[in-house]
């Protein structure tokens, strides 16, 4: 017997709460690891006093730019999630600690061993080497994310009927924007040992799950949240093995194991970074419809099915005649089965 379709009940016209709450969450969820990690590491530049340690270009010009983006992000969502006026503020504010962070990367860069006016011609060395476009790539899905954002926004109020909702558009938008950050390990020649092949086939296997995961999202496809926690396996996989390998190393400088800052961030921080939004993506793909709800103007409340967004009003028989999907029992306004 076929799995009864749950019912969507709106008892009134719906508003921007799904993509405000989640953009909110994902600036959440950055925050606290952009304040754990860069803030653990400035802490402990502030109190040597120095602006560079032995020469490794990390210090407070590095830290600092980074640290004040994290707090943007906490001020971000929480603007977002309280529908505050002063949200344009704030995204002022990101943008400009964004700038002060690419910035401060490409400085470090180029003059980690060079001096003077060969520092400048050291910027069209590293561009060629992408070099400074591979430290800045953590910023291009938030960028793509406003950009998109602020044209999907403007589309969609010339258009009344549009063929996303928004958080759609910016969940896509962030799959998408994670493929540069994606790194590129292992070369053809190490094809023929394991550790090799995983090296080679694990990101380019982490690549097509996020291109993917886009892709569904767009066609409304119930299997982006399948994707989307494929995407979110792999990340805990990486992050377990980095825990794997901070424990090894406390116990093999000691002989015990040690809880060290090292484990904290690989158990309590780093996977929240590459888990917490493929959750997120995947209970919004659950439990939020793809598309917009059709508005037939029929009386409130109104019942959807869950499967295609079918207005259910005035419904004899429990079953979807858009889709053919069965109900529990017969669906009617005000009650969820």
Not at 283 to 304: E, T
Request: aromatic share 14%; charged share 10%.
């Amino acid at each position: 017997m076929p799995k009864a379709t749950p019912v969507i009940v709106r008892s009134q016209p719906e508003g921007p709460v799904d993509w405000r709450w989640f953009v909110a969450i994902l600036c959440f969820i950055h925050f606290y690891v952009q304040f754990l990690t860069v803030g653990t590491s400035l802490w402990d530049h502030l109190a040597r006093n120095a602006y560079r340690v032995q020469g490794d270009g990390y210090g407070v010009s590095y830290d600092l730019p980074f640290f004040l983006w994290s707090l943007c992000l906490w001020g971000i969502g929480r603007s977002f999630a309280r529908k505050s006026r002063v949200t344009t503020h704030w995204l002022a504010a990101g943008a400009l600690c964004m700038t002060g962070a690419v910035v401060s990367t490409t400085w470090l860069i180029v003059s980690a061993n060079s001096s003077g006016s060969a520092r400048f011609q050291n910027i069209v060395y590293w561009s060629r080497e992408h070099a400074i476009l591979d430290q800045n790539a953590w910023c291009l899905p938030w960028v793509a994310i406003v950009f998109v954002g602020v044209w999907y926004r403007r589309r969609a109020r010339d258009q009344t009927n549009v063929a996303h909702r928004p958080w759609v558009v910016i969940a896509a938008t962030w799959c998408l924007g994670q493929i540069p950050l994606v790194p590129t390990v292992g070369h053809p020649t190490e094809f023929s040992s394991a550790m090799g092949r995983v090296a080679i086939l694990l990101p380019w296997t982490y690549t097509f799950l996020l291109a993917s995961t886009a892709v569904l999202l767009l066609v409304h496809s119930r299997f982006a949240r399948t994707s989307a926690l494929a995407v979110g396996a792999i990340g805990m996989a990486v992050a377990a093995f980095g825990l794997y390998l901070s424990w090894d190393l406390t116990h093999s400088a000691t002989g015990v194991y040690v809880w060290t800052r090292f484990t904290f961030h690989a158990l309590c921080v780093h996977p929240v970074s590459t888990v917490g939004p493929w959750l997120l993506i995947a209970v919004f793909a659950w439990r939020i419809p793809m598309a917009p709800l059709p508005d037939d103007q029929s009386p409130y409340p109104r019942a959807f099915c869950r499967r295609c967004g079918y207005n259910l009003h005035g419904l004899e028989v429990a079953r979807c005649p858009e889709c053919g999907a069965e109900f529990a029992t017969l669906p009617r306004p005000g009650r969820l089965s």
